[in-house]
């Protein structure tokens, strides 16, 4: 399912989209399998799976440290795209890939790109490549029918903004704060007027991510925004509760909680 | 001659801005202000001062009779170790901390694998009076405990960094997460030709001076230009600030001596000879990584040297073939340290010991050639990583 798709499903719902961030290989391979599935169970509207990468720069510690572990393991793409042959069909919601430049500029845009296509994944952003670097990669994307997420922060200027936007596809990502991911107060104020100017430039959705961890900030930032981004948040919970008992009806409840609309 | 870089910040195919958004404004806000900088007469005067009555400029070039008896070749060294703080990195941190202040920030934070970079960061931050916090891998906290120090005693806070390889890459990061932070009042004071453009390019011209001098010592001394210039190479600032004067002479060879670590197909840190092009901190260039686009750990026991890429320019330099690019082992640094300790008088870092030991196999091909190198650095750092190799064998 394309992520425009999902936005126009959800519209005529009047509904706001839900959108959970996971790192693939985290807290092993197999364990991402029934995360996704439960994710979907949950209620969330869209994936954003990351692929860990060793040198996350735009990412707090929670991050990081999943990531990292994920690596351990051995996650890779090769296993990504292999796991997700196997879910065909069961995960119906759209998924969008979370990548820094470097572990996709070194496997080949075209061939991954192509592996993307066949496991069905929607579209993707790459943390690391602003729009000035982007020329190459949009066309090879659009070749794929791939949805290119950019994002657009609050230092960004409205001139630039207009740029990002027009290479945008699916959504854009606002980023709440500037800084890494992981948990922060928001200052909700501020980000209904630069979501306001956004709409002017844009009538692409407008998500919010970056330090949205509880069901408050959820409910906040869906009031003045077409969707949030959670994904320290989960990936905590994911870190204290994985080694318990009932993990996956644990977890399935705790995303619900969240994402209650 | 080409020049590199372009708008875009490329020299050639390497090079670009690989930042998240939230940085893009900020390196804007660098380039405006480095542009406006070059065409004042007063930034220009105040750093020549500096460069001056602080550091100590110019440096020595000086002949090495000993040295280039034993090896059967003309040999001077460029001796940036004479500099205050004790290497060619505080040309850069003068260049860089003036713009900060023209750029009104409050704050200064930088990376340092060896501490030489913090050091001279922390005593330029003093010397203005700005807050200095410096990033440093927990594993070089331990390797250079005396930097350490000396940074603290400046009033820098030292800020240790655990994750991945506890070395320079890492200090890199957790510099660059700060940043993305705390953009509007602090001030990223990168210490070698890396990064995002335009970093690679400032510093690059901020190290220039190395070769502008020699260019200017070595044609009073000899009447002529060298055969080689050689320089070790790190992140690579020390090395273009030596070569790049020289571009144009084309008779000139540049030789960039990277650290081979163990050796090669070992750990090592020889990113242009065992790397493949990639992006790391923002940059592209040769990176050694996996298969996947992991980045692999570094290894050097010179810290200084211990970083898995290099700046971009050499990574143009290595393609259009205007250098070429060797690797020197650990044991063969120490061997160079030794060397020069014992002929010269002189206590190399040894990152620059790299450089060092390479003349010895240069020599080989190039016996009543002339050679230039570039001491960035001195040895005192380093004496503790010396004396426990030399206990170990
Ligand atoms: C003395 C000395 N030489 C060389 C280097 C390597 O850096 P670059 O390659 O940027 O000159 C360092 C870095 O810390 C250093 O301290």
């Known amino acids: 399912m394309r992520i425009q798709d999902k936005f126009e499903q959800l519209k005529k719902k009047r509904k706001k989209a839900f959108i959970a961030y996971v790192p693939f290989g985290y807290p092993s391979c197999s364990h991402t399998k029934d995360i996704l599935l439960t994710l979907q169970e949950a209620g969330v509207d869209i994936i954003e799976l990351g692929i860990p990468f060793s040198d996350p720069l735009a990412d707090g510690p929670i991050i990081q440290d999943a990531t990292s572990l994920a690596l351990k393991h051995g996650a890779n793409p090769d296993k990504l795209f292999s796991l997700l042959e196997d879910l065909k069909g069961s995960l119906r919601i759209p998924l969008v890939i979370m990548t820094y430049y470097n572990p996709l500029l070194h496997y080949g845009m075209e061939r991954f790109f192509s592996k993307m296509k066949k496991v069905n994944i929607s579209g993707l952003m790459v943390v690391d490549l602003p729009i000035e670097e982007s020329k190459l990669y949009t066309k090879c994307a659009a070749k794929y029918d791939l949805e290119t997420v950019f994002f657009i922060t609050p230092t960004t200027g409205l001139a630039r903004a207009k740029k990002i936007a027009k290479a945008s596809k699916g959504f854009i990502y606002y980023v709440s704060v500037t800084g890494i991911t992981g948990p922060k107060d928001l200052g909700y104020a501020a980000l209904k007027k630069d979501i306001r100017k956004l709409k002017e430039i844009s009538r692409l959705p407008i998500c919010v991510g970056f330090g949205i961890h509880t069901p408050k900030q959820v409910d906040q930032i869906l009031k003045i925004s077409d969707g949030a981004i959670v994904g320290s948040g989960i990936v905590k919970f994911i870190a204290d509760h994985f080694r318990q008992d009932r993990f996956l009806p644990r977890f399935k409840n705790f995303v619900s909680s969240l994402c209650i609309k | ?393």
């Open chain 2, 1 to 393: 001659m080409q020049k590199v870089p372009d708008k875009k910040g490329y020299f050639g195919q390497f090079g670009g801005k690989f930042i998240p958004e939230t940085l893009s404004v900020c390196l804007e806000e660098l380039e405006g202000a480095y542009r406006k900088a070059l065409k004042s007469k007063k930034f220009k005067a105040d750093l020549d001062y500096l460069l001056k009555d602080y550091a100590g400029r110019p440096t020595a070039l000086y002949y090495a009779p000993n040295l280039s008896k034993f090896l059967g070749m003309k040999v001077y060294l460029k001796r940036e170790d004479l500099l205050h703080t004790g290497a060619h990195k505080i040309n850069n941190s003068l260049g860089q901390i003036l713009l900060a202040k023209f750029m009104g920030k409050e704050r200064i934070i930088a990376e340092t694998g060896a501490g030489q970079h913090g050091v001279s960061v922390a005593t330029v931050a003093r010397l203005f009076g700005l807050d200095c916090d410096v990033y440093m891998g927990s594993e070089d906290i331990e390797r250079q405990k005396m930097n350490v120090f000396r940074m603290k005693v400046l009033g820098a806070r030292v800020i240790p960094v655990e994750s991945g390889s506890k070395t320079l890459k890492d200090a890199c990061n957790d510099a660059i997460r700060d940043w993305v932070t705390n953009v509007k009042n602090t001030y990223y004071l990168i210490g070698s030709v890396v990064g995002p453009h335009p970093y690679p390019l400032i510093v690059r011209d901020f190290q220039s001076v190395i070769g502008k001098e020699t260019k200017r010592q070595i044609l009073k001394k000899e009447k002529k230009l060298p055969d080689y210039l050689v320089a070790c190479v790190g992140g690579g600032s020390n090395s273009i600030g030596l070569f790049h004067p020289f571009f144009d002479d084309r008779k000139v060879k540049f030789i960039g001596v990277e650290a081979a670590g163990y050796g090669f197909k070992k750990a090592n840190a020889a990113s242009l000879i065992e790397g493949e092009v990639g992006v790391l901190h923002g940059a592209k260039s040769y990176v050694l990584q996996d298969k996947f686009g992991q980045i692999k750990n570094a290894h050097s026991v010179a810290p200084g040297l211990d970083y898995p890429a290099v700046g971009p320019e050499h990574a143009f330099y290595k393609s259009i073939k205007r250098a070429s690019y060797v690797g020197v082992e650990d044991k063969e640094a120490i061997e160079g340290f030794n060397l020069l300790s014992q002929l010269e008088g002189v206590i190399p870092a040894l990152e620059s010991a790299h450089a060092i030991f390479y003349l010895k196999k240069l020599a080989k091909k190039a016996k009543g050639k002339m050679a230039v190198v570039c001491l960035s650095g001195r040895g005192d750092k380093d004496l503790e990583i010396v004396q426990a190799h030399t206990k170990k064998r």
